[in-house]
Structures are given as C-alpha cells and as structure tokens.
C-alpha cells in the first residue's frame, strides 16, 4: 500500500506544505526522513512524532523526558490506519517546529516507481535554526525591509537578500528526498 500523505507546518501563515506518497510498509523513521527531505530540513536537531498521548521516537537513556516507543520499530500503517487520520510530528525541540501529518488517501500501488517522492506542496520552509515561527515572522520582516535595523545581520546569516518564502521547487524537493535522511547522530 501507498499512503498519500500531507504535511503541514503547524501555524504557518501563509500555509507551508507538502504532499508525499510513502510506502506504508515503512517505518516512522523512514516518514522522518521522508519530511526532513521535503521540506529541506537538515536532520541536525532531535524529533519525534506524537499520536493522542504516546510519544515515538529514537529511545535515549539519556533524554528521560519522554519514554519513546521505538520509531524504527514503529510501521506507519500502524499509526496511520484510514483516511483522514493524524499523526503530529516535531522538528527540533528548541524551535519546535511542529508539523501535522494528514493521510488523505490510500493507494493500491504508487503511480511512480520512486517512494517517497513529492507531489505537490506550497512555500519555502523557514530557514533551519531561524527561533521557530516567531522567529522566522521577525526574519522575514528584517530581510524585507533594508531599513530594519536587523536587516544587514539577517542578510549576511541567511547568505543573501533575496530570500523568497513562496519559492517551492518540486524538482530540488524530490532531489532532497532521494537523499534521504542525513546522518548527523
């Protein structure tokens, strides 16, 4: 079975999302790797997904506020059982990206012979580190206007002043997602 999934950042206005077909055979952390590809995520912070009161993710002695239920042993088709149903997932504790997780339809077989890919999806995501969505609202504000006071620090932190926050390239995303996840632990 193919899940054809959407993924939105939670409170993101205007929206940012992605649309993915996954293997639902997969694990969460397959789905993981699968959303750091999507939306250009680089995989250096702590995650986890959330379902109702049960946490999953990678279990660490070290990191007791939350007892995680293994996410490697965890199969999507075991969280995410019919269309319409949720799962939430954290990026990055500290900025707490939050995204919800929407199965909008299941698949007898994926129209594509690459899983997972992208199929569609709206906006750029905020840059990595930028302080959550406070601190990305206070980015685009300084980056846009050359008279914020701001302006040069954010500018020279993101590389360039032309950052675009409706730019989405599905090719590049897809190209992301082919890589998957980055292993920085």
């Not at 939306?39 to 279990?59: A, S």
């Not at 490697?72 to 990055?92: M, R, S």
């Amino acid at each position: 079975m193919v899940y054809q999934l959407r993924i939105d950042l939670k409170g993101a206005k205007p929206p940012i999302w992605r649309r993915i077909l996954i293997d639902a055979s997969g694990t969460l952390y397959d789905l993981h790797c699968a959303i750091q590809g999507a939306f250009g995520w680089y995989n250096g912070h702590l995650h986890g997904f959330y379902k109702g009161r049960t946490f999953f993710g990678i279990p660490d002695d070290e990191f007791t506020s939350h007892e995680a239920v293994d996410e490697q042993k965890t199969l999507i088709a075991n969280v995410l059982g019919y269309e319409g149903d949720v799962l939430d997932y954290e990026y990055d504790f500290g900025d707490g990206w939050e995204h919800r997780i929407k199965l909008e339809k299941i698949l007898a077989e994926a129209p594509t012979k690459t899983l997972p890919v992208c199929i569609k999806g709206k906006n750029a995501r905020p840059p990595e580190d930028v302080g959550g969505l406070w601190g990305y609202y206070d980015f685009l504000e300084a980056i846009n206007d050359p008279e914020h006071p701001d302006h040069a620090e954010m500018a020279e932190w993101i590389g360039d002043e032309s950052y675009d926050p409706t730019w989405f390239d599905i090719k590049e995303t897809n190209e992301m997602m082919t890589e998957g996840c980055i292993e920085l632990w």
